[in-house]
C-alpha cells in the first residue's frame, strides 16, 4: 500500500500481521475510472441473461436438492441426537447456498443481471422477498451506499463512530469475551435491526426503516416501490405463517428460518468485513471524492466459500468501482485492473475468523492523525 506499504499481494500470498495493517494510499490517485475501465476487457461489461439465470437456477436447483434429503432423510434414517447434527449441517450448508441465491439477486440491485430493468427488477423482488429482504428499499439504500462509500457524512451504512461518541457500554466490551459477545449478536440480528430501524445507519433527523414508504431514506417518487416491497414481505410471511399452521413452527425453522439466519449473518459478515480494515481510511466532506471512497474496500478470501457467494468476498474493489460488471467477470476484472491499480489495490488473505477479531479489537473509532488538518480519518483503539 501506499503510505506505508501494500496489500496486492495475490490470495496465495503471505503477509505478517504488520504488513496487513498498514495503511492504504488515500491522497487521489494518479489514475482515472476511465483507465481503469480501458483496462478491463471489454466483454466483462456485457450480461448475459442466460448466464445470469444459469447460476441463479444453479443455486435453487441445490437449494432444492439440500431440502429434499433433509426432510426426507433426517429424521426418517438418523436416531437421537445424530439427527439434530445432521439438521445443523443442513441448516449451516443451505445458509451458504442460499446467500449465493443472494449474491445473484443482489446483481438486479445494480442492473448488473440484464440488460432488461423490468427483468432485474422482477428477478430481484422474487429472490429478496423470499429471503425477507424488501427488494426496493434496499435497492435504493444500497445505490446510496456505493454512491458515498467511506464518506464520514453521507454513506448509508456501516458508519464509524467518532471517539467522543463511544458510550461506556463500548469500554465494558473491550475485552475478549465482549468481542465474541459483540460479533455473535451482530451476526445474529444486526441485518434485520438495519432493516427496521437503521442501525448502524445513516443517522437522519427522524426515525428510519426500510420499510417506512415516507422514510427520510426515499423521495417522494420511490415511495411507491417502498409499498411494493412491504407488500412482498407481507405476503412471504403470509405463506410462512400457513406452513407453521400446517407443518408446525419447528419444521418451518429448520427448513428455512435457520437457513435465513445463516444468509443473514454471511451477509453482515461480508459486508463489514470488505469495509472495515485497520488499513482504511475515512474522509470528511473536505477530502472525499467518489473514486477514493470507491477505492477504501478490501477484497477477503473465504476459500471454498468464494466460488459458492459467487466471488462477492473476493472481488469487491471491482463492485464498488464497476456495480455494473456481472459477478462471473468480476475476478477476471479484477486481474485487469491490478496493474492500473497498484498500491491502491486492497486484499487482505487473513482467515477469516482471525479477521473478525482482529477488526473488532482495531477498528472501533476513527479520528484524525495528531496534527493533521486534511479531513482523513483513520481507525483507532485506545480509549
Not at 449473518?265 to 466532506?285: E, K
Not at 482495531?362 to 495528531?370: F, L, M, R, T
Amino acid at each position: 500500500m501506499g503510505g506505508g506499504g501494500r496489500m496486492s499481494d495475490p490470495p496465495s500470498g503471505k503477509k505478517t500481521a504488520a504488513e496487513a495493517l498498514k495503511r492504504a494510499p488515500h491522497e487521489k490517485p494518479p489514475f482515472t475510472i476511465g483507465d481503469l475501465k480501458k483496462a478491463i476487457p471489454a466483454h466483462c461489461f456485457e450480461k448475459s441473461l442466460v448466464t445470469s439465470f444459469r447460476y441463479l437456477i444453479q443455486d435453487l436447483l441445490m437449494a432444492y436438492a439440500l431440502y429434499y434429503v433433509a426432510t426426507n432423510y433426517i429424521d426418517q434414517y438418523l436416531p437421537s441426537p445424530l439427527n439434530y447434527v445432521a439438521w445443523a449441517a443442513y441448516i449451516a450448508v443451505q445458509g451458504c447456498v442460499l446467500t449465493g441465491a443472494w449474491v445473484v439477486g443482489h446483481e438486479c440491485d445494480h442492473d448488473a443481471f440484464s440488460n432488461y430493468n423490468w427483468i432485474n427488477d422482477l428477478v430481484g423482488l422474487v429472490v429478496h422477498s423470499s429471503l425477507l429482504v424488501p427488494y426496493f428499499s434496499w435497492k435504493i439504500s444500497h445505490r446510496r451506499h456505493h454512491a458515498n462509500t467511506q464518506s464520514l457524512e453521507n454513506d448509508e451504512v456501516y458508519v464509524p463512530r467518532f471517539k467522543s461518541n463511544i458510550r461506556n457500554y463500548y469500554k465494558l466490551l473491550n475485552n475478549p469475551p465482549g468481542r465474541v459477545l459483540v460479533w455473535l449478536t451482530t451476526l445474529l440480528i444486526g441485518f434485520p435491526l438495519y432493516l427496521m430501524f437503521n442501525v448502524s445507519g445513516h443517522k437522519y433527523e427522524r426515525w428510519t426503516s426500510h420499510y417506512d414508504p415516507h422514510s427520510p431514506l426515499y423521495s417522494d417518487r420511490e415511495r411507491k416501490e417502498i409499498i411494493i416491497s412491504d407488500i412482498a414481505i407481507l405476503a412471504v410471511i403470509y405463506g410462512l405463517y400457513q406452513l407453521v399452521l400446517a407443518k408446525g413452527f419447528a419444521w418451518v425453522f429448520c427448513v428455512y428460518g435457520g437457513p435465513l439466519l445463516v444468509v443473514n449473518g454471511w451477509f453482515v459478515l461480508i459486508t463489514i468485513l470488505n469495509h472495515t480494515h485497520p488499513s482504511l481510511p475515512y474522509y470528511d466532506s473536505t477530502e472525499w471524492d467518489w473514486l477514493r471512497g470507491a477505492l477504501c474496500t478490501v477484497d477477503r478470501d473465504y476459500g471454498i466459500l468464494n466460488k459458492v457467494f459467487h466471488n462477492v468476498c473476493n472481488a469487491h474493489v471491482c463492485h464498488h468501482i464497476f456495480s455494473m460488471i456481472p459477478h462471473y467477470h468480476g475476478l477476471e476484472a479484477t486481474e485487469a485492473m491490478k496493474p492500473i491499480l497498484g498500491e491502491y489495490y486492497q486484499y487482505d488473505g487473513t482467515p477469516i475468523l482471525k479477521a473478525m477479531y482482529r477488526e473488532m479489537k482495531e477498528c472501533i473509532y476513527v479520528e484524525k492523525d495528531e496534527g493533521e488538518t486534511k479531513g482523513v480519518y483513520w481507525y483507532r483503539n485506545k480509549f
